[in-house]
């Protein structure tokens, strides 16, 4: 069965660097685009990154564009995204998910908070 | 950016009853790439509704999925106890957007 398993979430300052990690297992990973949707406490959805199956094109939200990177690791089955120069506005709950004409599978999500 | 407008805010229904879900677009949405998905608290969304009308693998009868024009639409008849939730629906005909969510609530 498809899993997605997010992890590195956590308590960092503004300005501060983390790297999100997503494991993917129960599907051919490299025959999908995948996401990183982020959801604030007590708000909605917002797409944060997605890439390419085959990781050659990416795609952020103008709010992260600059500051945020996503890639992947087909080998080894894995979603990364790479946060830098974070702001306490980038605190979210943040999803892996798989893209299939909408995200049909999700991750149980990491939190992550900025703040000093 | 296509803006996605849901109504209303909050829909307060009993079981039994129908839900329908407003998801305005503020221009056309190329191939009516629109999808529908309920989120609990403290769980990750499910898929209900993928390219406007196309009920995803597993779910109820009971929801559906229209469109006219810019407005797609959301209908659960005769509502679960386990239906209610937050809604969500999301573009990806330009880009992806979300709207910002319809939560249906027991009256």
């Known amino acids: 069965q498809v899993q997605l398993v997010e992890s590195g979430g956590g308590l960092v300052k503004p300005g501060e660097s983390l790297t999100l990690s997503c494991a993917a297992s ?23 990154s997605y890439i390419s199956g085959s990781g050659t094109a990416t795609f952020h939200a103008d709010s992260v564009k600059g500051r945020f990177t996503i890639s992947r690791d087909n080998a080894k089955n894995s979603l990364f995204l790479q946060m830098n120069s974070l702001r306490a506005e980038d605190s979210a709950v943040y999803y892996c ?19 000093s | 950016e296509i803006v996605l ?14 839900a329908t879900l ?17 989120q609990k608290p403290g769980q990750a969304p ?28 959301l209908t659960i008849r005769s509502l679960e106890p386990e239906d209610f939730a937050v809604y969500y629906c999301q573009q ?5 957007t979300f709207g910002q969510g319809t939560k249906v609530e027991m009256k």
């Open chain 1, 26 to 48: 129960g599907f051919t990973f490299s025959d999908y685009y995948m996401g990183w949707v982020r959801q604030a406490p007590g708000s909605g959805l917002d797409w944060a």
């Open chain 1, 97 to 115: 998910a798989r893209w299939n004409g909408g995200f049909d599978y999700w991750g149980q999500g990491t939190l992550v908070t900025v703040s």
């Open chain 2, 5 to 18: 407008t849901q109504s209303p805010g909050t829909l307060s229904l009993s079981p039994g009853e129908t």
């Open chain 2, 22 to 38: 407003s998801c305005r677009a503020s221009q056309s949405i190329s191939n009516n790439y629109l999808t529908w998905y309920q």
């Open chain 2, 46 to 73: 499910r898929r209900l509704i993928h390219g406007a009308f196309n009920r995803a693998t597993g779910i109820p009868d009971r929801f559906s999925g229209s469109v006219s024009g810019t407005d797609f639409t």
């Open chain 2, 92 to 96: 990806y005909g330009n880009s992806w």
